[in-house]
């Protein structure tokens, strides 16, 4: 009665199913890593974000790692190094397209750090970052690294606008030595333009990667049940 699932197109048909079954499974399983690996990214926010501003020598030497570093609540003194001003291009927030302009900033020890010093939309301008000592107080991150499909910097040259912040590479273009975070600025003293607006801060949501689970579970599902409706449907004709 069932020899019929042993010729060739059958089998074609059967080795289909497996491998769309075996691809949901697959998918579903990634879902599940990105949702663990969410929540363990929500955990390590709410402990940096819970842990007091301290000075930025401080963090640095206790973390050498940048991703140790990262999101964390520092102040920082130093000096704007005017002339070497560049602008992270095709970002957005709340719903505006714009850009960050970055302005390096040199600590007491002669190092620079990077800091993005908030968001214009476009069309928008901002003036120069202030002269003379500054205190900043702000959040650092690890440099950015280029994802699947983005548009790439220059490897050479100096770039006066980028596509994100990557420390190794616009260290080729600066006189002093960078830190290996940069700072996202919250406040300035003295006040920084009034143009910008501070960059959003993360959002704590798990995101939709446990409903695309049970998608893609359903989905495989589904694909099991039309393989046995198909072949109930050949057996009783």
């Known amino acids: 009665m069932y020899k019929f699932l042993l010729r060739p197109k059958w089998m074609a048909f059967h080795l289909l199913i497996v491998a769309l079954v075996t691809t949901m499974l697959m998918l579903a399983n990634w879902q599940w890593h990105r949702y663990h690996q969410r929540i363990a990214f929500n955990a390590t926010l709410i402990e940096r974000f819970d842990t007091p501003t301290q000075p930025l020598e401080q963090v640095l030497s206790e973390f050498s790692s940048a991703s140790d570093a990262e999101w964390r609540s520092v102040q920082v003194v ?72 983005a548009v790439s910097d220059a490897s050479s040259g100096v770039l006066t606008e980028v596509q994100r912040i990557d420390i190794t590479r ?40 446990l409903g695309y689970v049970g998608q893609w579970i359903l989905f495989s599902l589904c694909a099991l049940g039309g393989w046995f409706a198909i072949v109930r449907r050949e057996v009783t004709t």
């Open 78 to 149: 130093g000096m704007y190094l005017h002339g070497h001003d560049l602008r992270v291009a095709n970002v957005s927030q709340g719903g505006r397209a714009g850009f960050d302009p970055v302005t390096p900033l040199q600590l007491l020890d002669g190092r620079l750090i990077l800091v993005n010093r908030g968001f214009i939309p476009l069309g928008g301008s901002v003036l120069g970052a202030p002269d003379g000592q500054v205190t900043l107080q702000g959040r650092l991150r690890a440099s950015s690294t280029k994802r699947l499909g």
């Open 170 to 209: 616009l260290q080729q273009q600066m006189p002093f030595p960078l830190v290996n975070v940069y700072l996202e600025m919250q406040t300035s003293s003295p006040a920084d333009d009034a143009t910008l607006s501070r960059i959003a801060e993360p959002t704590f949501s798990n995101g939709p990667h």
